[in-house]
């Protein structure tokens, strides 16, 4: 059951084939939203987009890398085309990579900062070229994480993609300045340890570094949770739903922590 | 059905202003709200508008600051509705408006008690009840000035900053419990308050805003309700800054020159102010 008046609103999801995205897409379309799935991975995207229709929801699921220019404008043109005006734009596409700083190569940190930094520019510019044609306002929602605020703690290499997390940060303070005439507000979530394949990655990773059980980077992680429990997807879903409502219509150039009291501030 | 279906909110200081905005949104959303306020005609004009409208309220008139007067709000909210899920901390006085070295001892602590003891103590006897049901949410409305510096707030500012503080220290002490407990930060709002200052002196305020304009009070009080709502259960410790930016940036002289020109615009007013008292 709807929360807010999102009613008719297009909303492009991208890293919508699994995880926090998949999470997001579902929830938008629940709030009445039609929703455009973007993944590099198109099968997965094709499979939540099967899930939208399932509840009677309009859902689009396109095949793009959101560090070429060419395919972010291919995404946010298709859409428009096949769905309408364009409303909402949640930039969730991110990897992860670990390693200490001291052993990231060149090619690890261009990748990252890549998909993570360029990548939420590149959407970004592209949805709100056409938002501002359209003379509309507009939402676009970045999706941090605790590491666009923090260095992860000792333990667990996180550094370049700390970087690459707090470029996410940045762009949303200036991106919100910017946008303001035009009635876009931008804003920014940070997630804390959200039980998806990139936390799997990090504590099987982090585990064969330190010769530790797998699982127990996780745990350890979720012990210092002061809700008591790992986040799930749905957790950050509610988060950009609120941002994406009216109900946040005095909200812009911001940063939310949603991580169940993780981050220090 | 509503947001806060089955949930009982006690809202401090919800005779007027941003007070009354949230309780009448709660009630709008289902809440069975406890207006509680020092003044109690204002407290039972929210009421009245609560429940014409068809909803759920009762009045309890006290100060914050009085430790017998917050235990009792707690203990009349259970006995009238059974149950506290929701707490808002947003009974609050501003500063003496002074510098620094000329506020006196009585002012700071008369500050200090209402904004920062008072949320203390009302806190303190939700947490019990909260606990016992298995969880609850409490609200601290705080500000910008919780966050920055500035001039002639000393008093006001301390108390806001030190809200943050006491939200973020119970969310470590009751989060084991259930209980959440987040800060909103707004800037200026379009409260009856602020119609009575003259434009020219708020507007390098509103120039602060990525907007040049004031929030209104429903729109802070939509981010009260967020936090309050389970569509928040995992965010805690958390400050959300219902601020239109202000925060996010170092403005320029020229972001608040053309702000404050853009606000008295809107206000009606040509801005007359010499460039140099816009910092």
């Not at chain 2, 309890?60 to 009792?72: I, R, Y």
């Not at chain 2, 930016?245 to 040509?270: C, D, H, N, V, Y």
């Amino acid at each position: 059951m709807p929360r807010y008046d999102l009613e008719g609103r297009v909303a492009i999801v991208t890293g919508a084939g699994r995880g926090i995205g998949r999470a997001i897409a579902l929830r938008l379309a629940r709030e009445g939203c039609r929703v455009t799935v973007a993944d590099l991975d198109g099968d997965t995207a094709a499979q939540v987009a099967d899930e939208v229709r399932e509840f009677g929801a309009q859902a689009l699921a396109l095949q793009v890398d959101v560090t070429r220019k060419d395919d972010v404008e291919g995404m946010v043109n298709e859409s428009i085309a096949r769905r309408g005006p364009l409303h909402i734009l949640v930039n969730n596409a991110g990897i992860g990579a670990i390693a200490p700083l001291m052993e990231t190569d060149e090619e690890t940190w261009d990748t990252l900062m890549n998909v993570n930094a360029k990548g939420t520019l590149l959407c970004s510019q592209a949805a709100a070229r056409r938002m501002i044609e359209q003379g509309d306002g507009g939402r676009i929602i970045n999706n941090a994480s605790g590491a666009g605020k923090t260095a992860p703690g000792k333990g667990l290499p996180l550094g370049a993609y700390a970087a690459s997390k707090h470029a996410v940060v940045a762009l949303t303070k200036q991106m919100g300045l910017e946008l303001s005439d035009h009635g876009i507000l931008v804003n920014c979530v940070c997630a804390g340890i959200v039980d998806t394949h990139m936390w799997d990655l990090i504590d099987r990773e982090t585990a064969k570094r330190q010769g530790v059980a797998v699982g127990s980077i996780k745990a350890q992680a979720v012990a210092s949770i002061p809700l008591g429990r790992i986040q799930q997807p749905e957790d950050v879903a509610n988060m950009v739903a609120f941002l994406a409502s009216p109900d946040a219509s005095y909200l812009t150039g911001q940063t939310y922590n949603a991580c169940g009291g993780l981050l220090p501030y | 059905m509503g947001r806060l279906e089955n949930k009982v909110a006690i809202v401090t200081g919800a005779g007027q202003g941003l007070g009354r905005s949230t309780a009448q949104r709660f009630a709008t959303e289902g809440a069975k709200v406890v207006v509680a306020d020092l003044n109690q005609a204002t407290a039972h004009d929210t009421v009245q508008a609560i429940t014409s409208a068809g909803g759920e309220a009762v009045a309890v008139v006290g100060d914050v600051s009085n430790g017998q007067d917050a235990e009792c709000l707690a203990a009349t909210t259970l006995a009238k509705f059974g149950r506290i899920d929701i707490l808002v901390n947003n009974a609050a006085i501003f500063g003496s408006g002074k510098h620094i070295a000329e506020i006196d001892e009585e002012a700071w602590d008369r500050v200090m008690r209402v904004n920062l003891k008072g949320p203390f103590l009302c806190s303190k006897y939700v947490i019990p009840p909260m606990r016992r049901q298995g969880g609850g949410s409490v609200v601290f409305v705080s500000s910008m000035s919780g966050v920055v510096g500035n001039e002639l707030q000393a008093d006001y500012n301390t108390s806001k900053h030190g809200l943050i503080g006491l939200a973020r220290c119970l969310a470590q002490d009751c989060g084991g419990d259930g209980i959440r407990a987040n800060v909103v930060c707004p800037t200026g709002m379009n409260t009856p308050m602020m119609a009575r200052t003259p434009p020219e002196n708020v507007a390098p305020y509103a120039a602060m805003t990525m907007f040049a304009r004031f929030a209104e009070p429903a729109e802070v009080a939509n981010a009260i309700l967020f936090l309050a709502s389970d569509e928040a259960s995992y965010i805690t410790a958390a400050v959300l800054m219902v601020d239109g930016g202000a925060t996010a940036i170092q403005p320029s002289g020229r972001q608040l020159k053309e702000g404050a020109a853009r606000f008295l615009r809107a206000a009606g007013q040509e801005d007359t102010r010499a460039p140099s008292k816009i910092r």
